[in-house]
T-cell receptor
Framework: DQQVKQNSPSLSVQEGRISILNCDYT??????FLWYKKYPAEGPTFLISISSIKDKNEDGRFTVFLNKSAKHLSLHIVPSQPGDSAVYFCAASAFETGNQFYFGTGTSLTVIP | DAEITQSPRHKITETGRQVTLACHQTWNHNNMFWYRQDLGHGLRLIHYSYGVQDTNKGEVSDGYSVSRSNTEDLPLTLESAASSQTSVYFCASSESRGTYNEQFFGPGTRLTVL
């Protein structure tokens, strides 16, 4: 049973516009959430994270929002750039399970120049 | 610079063969993980280790084994390769068992089982 879900397999956005990637989770014990970015033939790289005590975390063009009541998080990229074209995975973990991450299925973002 | 490497990067094998994928990290991290990535499933945890001599089963551990004899290495063994194990395999490491630690990933190994 998939505990972390990314319901949009793909997303296309014009350069300069906002990209919004969504992620839902089912386990209320999750207290730490991350976004990873993956280019073809490379391993995922860490992008941004948020703990459950916050509802927003910002790092440059990237902002992650957490809605605990809805068990939903989103990644906003503003402005989007062609180099942002990649697959984005959200991941979640719970303190009780140590450092185990549960990953979503990924969203492939294409930023059109 | 510290890094995490995987070898081989590509491997083709036959059904029933034993295969070992190597993972080596120079971060001196206690935690190491193996994932497989498949279309429609994202990254799924196979096995993980929180330190030397410690190994644990993940979500999809059947048909796989690991052993941890030192901090730097966590080899993944497919005892008898099956076509269903054709996948891209990623190794990752993180500093400690605490929740708030990102995992660093290797470049991946693409395994094809014929």
């Amino acid at each position: 049973d998939q505990q972390v879900k990314q319901n949009s397999p793909s997303l296309s956005v014009q350069e300069g516009r906002i990209s919004i990637l969504n992620c839902d989770y089912t386990n209320s014990m999750f207290d730490y959430f991350l976004w990873y970015k993956k280019y073809p033939a490379e391993g995922p790289t860490f992008l941004i994270s948020i703990s459950s005590i916050k509802d927003k975390n910002e790092d440059g063009r990237f902002t992650v929002f957490l809605n605990k009541s809805a068990k939903h998080l989103s990644l906003h990229i503003v402005p989007s750039q062609p180099g942002d074209s990649a697959v984005y995975f959200c991941a979640a973990s719970a303190f009780e399970t140590g450092n185990q991450f549960y990953f979503g299925t990924g969203t492939s973002l294409t930023v059109i120049p | 610079d510290a890094e995490i490497t995987q070898s081989p990067r590509h491997k083709i094998t036959e059904t029933g063969r034993q295969v070992t994928l190597a993972c080596h990290q120079t971060w001196n991290h206690n935690n190491m993980f193996w994932y497989r990535q498949d279309l429609g499933h994202g990254l799924r945890l196979i096995h993980y280790s929180y330190g030397v001599q410690d190994t644990n089963k993940g979500e999809v551990s059947d048909g796989y084994s690991v052993s941890r004899s030192n901090t730097e290495d966590l080899p993944l063994t497919l005892e008898s390769a099956a076509s269903s194990q054709t996948s891209v395999y990623f190794c990752a490491s993180s500093e400690s068992r605490g929740t708030y630690n990102e995992q660093f990933f290797g470049p991946g190994t693409r395994l094809t089982v014929l």
